[in-house]
């Protein structure tokens, strides 16, 4: 079967740094996507892997690695504002999204 | 005005009540979605829309009856649900359905059914 996982929740302490770890196993795959959801709000988009490496963006970094089937979403210098759920989700070979269950990230003082 | 709008925000409707849920995206995208996501739970697809014609129904009771007049708006309509159909139903469109598009979604709407 095709799976996500990724912690149910972490937490960490404003202005330091967080990695959040997404493994996946999918029949194919197509690229990964990471999405930002605060509480009672849409998830929005962060950003898209599909080649192996490191793409950085601003405070927030996306890593893949293929051949581990691995993932993570590195957030630097934590603002209180970045408390939200984090969801990692994978394309099939179908180009189907399969969704992890999300990382909630508690941010504190 | 924001991309992607859904209403109501809120829903408590009883086991035989009728509701309908709304979205509408000003994106000018050609691809929409439903989605629930329960709590703790990953996201779960429920219909797709290409171009106004349906491309998937992933196993979705038919008390879930979607509707897509144009390529601006989508509707769900609910009858006879039951409790464990409460949940966030999300709404999400993108530019086409290739996949590898990233989804613009709504706020949701939050559905209590008692």
């Known amino acids: 079967g095709q799976n996500i996982d990724q912690p149910t929740e972490m937490t960490a302490t404003e202005g330091a740094i967080v990695q959040i770890n997404c493994t996946y196993q999918?029949?194919?795959?197509?690229?990964l996507f990471w999405y930002q959801q605060h509480a009672g709000e849409a998830p929005t988009f962060l950003s898209y892997n599909v080649l192996d490496g490191l793409e950085e963006k601003g405070r927030f970094s996306s890593f893949l690695s293929r051949s581990k089937g691995y993932s993570y979403l590195l957030l630097k210098e934590l603002q209180m504002k970045d408390s939200a759920s984090y969801l990692c989700?994978?394309?099939?070979?179908?180009?189907?999204?399969?969704w992890g269950a999300g990382t909630k990230l508690i941010i504190k003082p | 005005e924001t991309g992607v709008t859904q209403t109501p925000r809120h829903l408590v409707m009883g086991m035989t009540n009728k509701k309908s849920l709304k979205c509408e995206q000003h994106?000018?995208?050609?691809?929409m979605y439903w989605y629930k996501q329960s709590a703790k739970k990953p996201l779960e697809l429920m219909f797709v829309y290409s171009l106004e014609e349906r491309v998937e129904n992933n196993s979705v009771p038919s008390r879930f009856s979607p509707e897509c007049p144009n390529s601006s708006h989508l509707f769900l309509h609910l009858h006879t649900l039951q409790p464990e159909d409460s949940a966030l139903y999300l709404c999400?469109?993108?530019?086409?359905?290739?996949?590898?598009?990233?989804?613009?979604f709504g706020s949701g709407t939050q559905l209590s059914v008692l």
């Open positions: 999918t029949s194919g795959f197509n690229g």
């Open positions: 994106l000018g995208h050609n691809a």
């Open positions: 989700a994978a394309l099939d070979s179908n180009y189907q999204l399969i």
């Open positions: 999400a469109s993108s530019q086409a359905r290739t996949g590898a598009e990233k989804l613009f």
